[in-house]
Nanobody, 127 residues
Framework: QVQLVESGGGLVQAGDSLRLSCAAS????????MGWFRQAPGKEREFVAC????????NYADSVKGRFAISRDNAKSTMYLQMNSLKPEDTAVYYC????????????????????WGQGTQVTVSS
């Protein structure tokens, strides 16, 4: 079992920055892939970013590319999402997730790839 706890959400204005954290505990491993997803009211959960284990290669949704940065500190079992130049359309509940199975390609872009999820943290961006 892996437990995940997100933090760092809040209410900000357009153009501001936030850094989300996802602290993992339990049977964690630096080889696990990790990801961030978000879900706005009335919409499906959507992929934001992912970071693979070991080598740590990253991928981003087009909507956040160039503004968001995903990273991980394996020594602290923590993943981060640095969000800059926030827009009102970034408003959502943000979830972190862990995938215990290695996948290649774009599988990490889908929620089904992930085995464990955090409870979510609300990010609200006002215009």
């Amino acid at each position: 079992q892996v437990q995940l706890v997100e933090s760092g959400g809040g209410l900000v204005q357009a153009g501001d920055s936030l850094r989300l954290s996802c602290a993992a505990s339990g049977r964690t491993s630096s080889s696990y892939g990790m990801g961030w997803f978000r879900q706005a009211p009335g919409k499906e959960r959507e992929f934001v970013a992912c970071i693979r284990g070991s080598g740590g290669s990253t991928n981003y949704a087009d909507s956040v590319k160039g503004r968001f940065a995903i990273s991980r500190d394996n020594a602290k079992s923590t993943m981060y999402l640095q969000m800059n130049s926030l827009k009102p359309e970034d408003t959502a509940v943000y979830y972190c997730a862990v995938a215990t199975t290695y996948y290649s390609g774009s599988v990490y872009y889908t929620p089904n790839a992930y085995d464990y999820w955090g409870q979510g943290t609300q990010v609200t961006v006002s215009s």
